[in-house]
């Protein structure tokens, strides 16, 4: 057992060595380093994918800036390996802030930032910053897709013949519960207000795969899932995990000639897996976010901050100001692009709020009386999906 302990370790150094945080070659000297831990690999169409080219956009938006990153961060691609472990590998590199992209970084990243009093970090999709459990040298940065959501939401029941929505969801969380109810309230505003048709006709069901993408023996096969889906009579999925297989798979079954769609999420070109068979995607531009932490911690004017940006309704696909945007797909008929246009209309003007009551959690508890609508605590910290809704909340 002790011999297995001590190769346990050595592989885990010797992972932890070849990792190798993929310096970016800085075409001048860089006085300001900045590291970036991705859950995923940072071409995978997705969630990862924009952290990745928002961080490098950064290199040449903020002079004297240099990214140095570390992808696939997770138990299965890399076993043995902790998130210290890295943020020692990266401030060893001259990192002086250290961005965590994904909510299960969370332990990890407290764990770091204690170490490391004099690193700035800053965690997506966390809320340490406003509980207040941590230092001053970590903060939180997350964009608003509940919008974007609702508006995936609304393209699918606008196109939808059968009636019958699937969302192919992660894992099971506040964020994902609020997210995947946000694209429940866009398909049901759609149904029931714009297309006038009974609500008992709307069927939305979420299947779980259990982490934000697939890990073979791990997780259930989002392959499998999306095709049970559309086998089931479903004609759209909605996609919530980081990667492409909900749309790719609609993609296949569009070549062979059935009527099907889906819509991407994370990734503003997401779409062209199988634009014909994509209605849109929701994706985060964090842009605007990543620009105003690293040039705070660069010019030694950090604060810690809980920072949850919006879209900008001007033009929600500006890159320097839209946190959230949303990218018509080529399958999106014009009546639905003029229907998701007044709604996106709406959205901005306040005259539609989706999260306003009368709601009720998924067992018929209250969640809002009538005419009430939900603060940001209740959206943010949302404990079931919404009645209306098939699948599981815990």
């Known amino acids: 057992m002790k011999q297995l302990r001590i190769l346990t370790v050595i592989l885990a150094a010797f992972c932890l060595f070849s990792i ?18 991705m859950v995923g690999p940072a071409n995978d169409h997705g969630w990862s994918q924009a952290h990745f080219e928002a961080a490098k956009i950064m290199e040449k938006d903020i002079p004297g800036t240099r990214m140095i990153y570390i992808d696939k961060v997770n138990p299965a691609d890399r076993p043995g390996i902790t ?7 990266l401030v060893s590199k001259g990192a002086k802030l250290i961005i965590g992209n994904s909510d299960d970084m969370k332990d990890g990243m407290r764990e770091a930032s204690m170490m490391h009093p004099d690193i700035y970090f800053l965690h997506i999709s966390g809320d340490d910053a406003l509980t207040g459990k941590m230092d001053k040298n970590l903060s939180n940065l997350m964009g608003r897709m509940e919008y974007g959501k609702m508006m995936a939401g609304f393209v699918a029941a606008m196109t939808s013949k059968t009636g019958k929505i699937g969302y192919l969801g992660p894992l099971i969380n506040a964020e994902t ?11 049901r505003y759609a149904w029931t207000e714009v297309l006038k048709k009974p609500l008992a006709d709307l069927k939305f069901k979420v299947s779980w795969i259990g982490f934000w993408f697939n890990i073979p023996g791990v997780t259930s096969d989002p392959t499998l899932v999306t095709r049970q889906f559309f086998d089931s009579g479903y004609d759209v999925v909605l996609s919530g995990i980081d990667t492409t297989e909900a749309l790719v798979v609609a993609g296949q079954q569009k070549k062979a000639g059935k009527a099907v769609w889906a819509v991407p999420y994370d990734f503003k070109e997401a779409c062209t897996e199988a ?29 810690q901050q809980f920072v949850w940006l ?6 929600i696909n500006n890159i320097e100001t839209s946190s959230i945007g949303f990218l018509e797909g080529k399958a999106l008929g014009e009546p639905q692009k003029k229907a998701l246009a007044a709604f996106q209309k709406g959205l901005a003007d306040g ?44």
Do not use: H
């Open 310 to 315: 919006g879209p900008d309704w001007k033009d």
């Open 275 to 303: 634009p014909d068979a994509c209605l849109g995607v929701p994706y985060f531009n964090w842009v605007p976010g990543y620009k105003q932490f690293i040039t705070d911690a660069k010019n030694g004017q950090w604060k």
């Open 177 to 187: 519960r609020r997210l995947t109810s946000s694209a429940f309230l866009g398909a």
């Open 83 to 89: 998130i210290p472990m890295l943020v020692d590998d």
């Open 351 to 394: 005259s539609i709020s989706l999260f306003k009551g009368p709601l009720n959690f998924q067992d018929g508890s209250v969640f809002l009386k009538a005419g009430v609508e939900a603060t940001d605590e209740q959206i943010w910290n949302l404990s079931q999906l919404l009645e209306g809704m098939e699948g599981a909340s815990k």
């Open 20 to 37: 190798g945080s993929r310096q970016a070659e800085a075409t001048e000297a860089a006085d300001f380093t900045f590291g970036l831990l």
